[in-house]
């Protein structure tokens, strides 16, 4: 059996190897002519997957080790009776800590309580409704707005409008550009121009769900409007000038802790298994390394709040993979492009913050509480 592959997903011969043949490829560059004899195709979210890329070829099974589905044409892949598997909720933590990074940093940059603002998380899916859940829990006012799931009876949502005006407003929906709530610029150039100079605005998802022209325009003012990008229109070729107006800039990889990763290959992987009618043989901890931090300690006279801001960061710091975005793009057109896929092919090991045991001495209830919260592994003593 040939498997064909995208590079950039972690541990395809451990997993797959012993399956067939593994070819692997940048996920960018895999071509109709690479799948003629293939049997097996996995992918991440930068491989469209359609008629052009399946046509004339022997591929029998899709495996997407990534959360959405929007790069495949799932009604062409039905068609044709193709197996398919993506890997839902895979990554959902680690964007919840990317934007909890994001918040701990600017927290202390502008002068602020997290306690004190109000979140509106656009798109109350597995992503949006964890990070609903984390900042719930710290104790920010949070607001959701989700018309499919209001639709089909899910409680407690609110308008888009109502969501706009929340001191900081997150992107978490998949990208659509038909149907009854598409999402496709989403975020218009009347909504960009009617958000506050002092709100923040994170995208997550994907970059065409905001109108980046209005947006770059917006910020070109410097009216004070705070925006962390990590998806963009046109990846690899992203807006440069937009890169530099944004407070953080990064490439493509709020979900990549190791762990997020390599659990969308296990799934894809279990998948394929058992559409092949194989026994499952491996399993993710047969092949994780030990996370390079492994513990933090704090004592029983910590300052709850310093004690938070210092676990998240010490776990993951979003400023560098800002500082390391925006040191290519100085860089001429190509290279630029080149340099984007680099970040996310070489990144770098990131743990999630379940991996990182904290000790706390005395048992403080309330710094308990926020540790858990956004999903820390917790000892007291």
């Known amino acids: 059996?040939?498997?064909?592959?995208?590079?950039?997903?972690?541990?395809?011969?451990?997993?797959?190897?012993?399956?067939?043949?593994?070819?692997?490829?940048?996920?960018?560059?895999?071509?109709?002519?690479?799948?003629?004899?293939?049997?097996?195709?996995?992918?991440?979210?930068?491989?469209?997957?359609?008629?052009?890329?399946?046509?004339?070829?022997?591929?029998?099974?899709?495996?997407?080790?990534?959360?959405?589905?929007?790069?495949?044409?799932?009604?062409?892949?039905?068609?044709?009776?193709?197996?398919?598997?993506?890997?839902?909720?895979?990554?959902?933590?680690?964007?919840?800590?990317?934007?909890?990074?994001?918040?701990?940093?600017?927290?202390?940059?502008?002068?602020?309580?997290?306690?004190?603002?109000?979140?509106?998380?656009?798109?109350?899916?597995?992503?949006?409704?964890?990070?609903?859940?984390?900042?719930?829990?710290?104790?920010?006012?949070?607001?959701?707005?989700?018309?499919?799931?209001?639709?089909?009876?899910?409680?407690?949502?609110?308008?888009?409008?109502?969501?706009?005006?929340?001191?900081?407003?997150?992107?978490?929906?998949?990208?659509?550009?038909?149907?009854?709530?598409?999402?496709?610029?989403?975020?218009n150039a009347a909504m960009i121009e009617n958000l506050r100079s002092d709100q923040i605005l994170i995208n997550t998802c994907r970059g065409e769900v905001i109108d980046e022209a209005a947006l770059k325009g917006r910020l070109q003012r410097g009216d004070g409007l705070t925006v962390a990008l990590d998806v963009w229109n046109n990846e690899p070729a992203i807006d440069v000038e937009l890169a530099m107006l944004c407070h953080f800039a990064t490439p493509h990889i709020a979900g990549y802790t190791l762990d997020g990763r390599t659990a969308g290959t296990e799934i894809i992987y279990q998948h394929l298994s058992r559409y092949l009618g194989l026994p499952v043989r491996h399993k993710l901890g047969q092949f994780l390394p030990e996370p390079p931090l492994r513990r933090m300690a704090f004592s029983s006279g910590v300052d709850p709040d310093w004690a938070l801001h210092t676990a998240i960061r010490a776990s993951y710091d979003v400023r560098h993979d800002d500082s390391q975005l925006k040191r290519t793009l100085r860089l001429d057109a190509p290279m630029r492009a080149q340099e984007f896929d680099r970040l996310r092919r070489e990144y770098r090991v990131r743990r999630g913050f379940d991996r990182i045991k904290i000790e706390l001495k005395g048992g403080k209830a309330d710094l308990l509480a926020t540790l858990s919260a956004v999903g820390f592994n917790l000892s007291s003593k």
Do not use: W
């Open 1 to 187: 059996m040939k498997i064909v592959a995208d590079e950039n997903i972690p541990l395809l011969q451990p997993f797959f190897g012993s399956m067939g043949e593994v070819h692997t490829l940048p996920g960018r560059e895999i071509s109709n002519e690479h799948l003629r004899d293939a049997d097996v195709l996995l992918v991440r979210s930068v491989t469209k997957v359609d008629e052009r890329l399946l046509e004339n070829t022997g591929v029998k099974f899709v495996g997407s080790a990534t959360i959405g589905c929007n790069h495949v044409d799932m009604d062409y892949l039905t068609s044709r009776g193709v197996g398919f598997s993506n890997a839902p909720g895979c990554n959902a933590s680690a964007v919840v800590e990317y934007v909890v990074s994001c918040l701990s940093v600017l927290s202390e940059q502008l002068g602020f309580e997290l306690e004190d603002k109000t979140v509106g998380i656009i798109g109350r899916g597995e992503i949006g409704g964890r990070l609903e859940r984390a900042l719930t829990l710290l104790g920010l006012e949070v607001k959701s707005n989700d018309p499919p799931r209001e639709a089909a009876g899910e409680q407690n949502l609110f308008s888009l409008e109502e969501v706009l005006q929340c001191d900081i407003i997150t992107l978490h929906t998949p990208l659509t550009d038909s149907g009854p709530y598409p999402t496709q610029g989403l975020l």
